[in-house]
T-cell receptor, first 113, second 114 residues
């Protein structure tokens, strides 16, 4: 019940295309859903996050769509660029102080120029 | 920009040896974490630490693991007797003491047990 399932494992997108990564969770106690971006040799860095009181959040080219009833959320990267090539992790957590992040398995994105 | 720093970046150790991984969290953060990422797998929670004690630990965090905040700045993870399966990237993270706070991750320590 603590799992977060992420798909696809890897994704190749042409420059300028839309990258879409999907995640699903089971634990309805989760109420914070961040996406992390990780470049080789670096730690994960927060990209964008959403709380379940909204269905969509947009920051620049990055959008999270959230479907509370389906317990699913997704990351859309518009106008994908080669510099977006990285591993993307969805995660889930509970609001209380100090709560751990439960990560999805990760998606390796490659944007071809 | 504030950052979490980890040392060393890479540690090679013999099976059965003790290792200490070090982290300097962001100065005004009060919650500290260790996560592990085995090559090609997901990032997994190990332990969280607040107010000088463990607040939560996973089933991975067994008796061979321990954490400590020996002074006002460092946060350490000790593995007492390393096993081959402990080989992984270990990430330290820290957050402010509020709900929905962003977790800032260090760049990681790659531990190789031979």
């Amino acid at each position: 019940q603590q799992q977060v399932k992420q798909s696809p494992q890897s994704l190749i997108v042409q420059k300028g295309g839309i990258s879409i990564i999907n995640c699903a969770y089971e634990n309805t106690a989760f109420d914070y859903f961040p996406w992390y971006q990780q470049f080789p040799g670096k730690g994960p860095a927060l990209l964008i996050a959403i709380r379940p009181d909204v269905s969509e959040k947009k920051e620049g080219r990055f959008t999270i769509s959230f479907n509370k009833s389906a317990k699913q959320f997704s990351l859309h990267i518009m106008d994908s660029q080669p510099g977006d090539s990285a591993t993307y992790f969805c995660a889930a957590s509970k609001k209380e102080y100090g709560n751990k992040l439960v990560f999805g398995a990760g998606t390796i994105l490659r944007v071809k120029s | 920009e504030p950052e979490v720093t980890q040392t060393p970046s890479h540690q090679v150790t013999q099976m059965g040896q003790e290792v200490i991984l070090r982290c300097v969290p962001i100065s005004n953060h009060l919650y500290f974490y260790w996560y592990r990422q085995i090559l090609g797998q997901k990032v997994e929670f190990l332990v969280s630490f607040y107010n000088n004690e463990i607040s939560e630990k996973s089933e991975i965090f067994d008796d061979q693991f321990s954490v400590e905040r020996p002074d006002g700045s460092n946060f350490t993870l000790k593995i007492r007797s390393t096993k081959l399966e402990d080989s992984a990237m270990y990430f330290c993270a820290s957050t402010e003491p509020r709900g929905w706070a962003e977790a800032f991750f260090g760049q990681g320590t790659r531990l190789t047990v031979v």
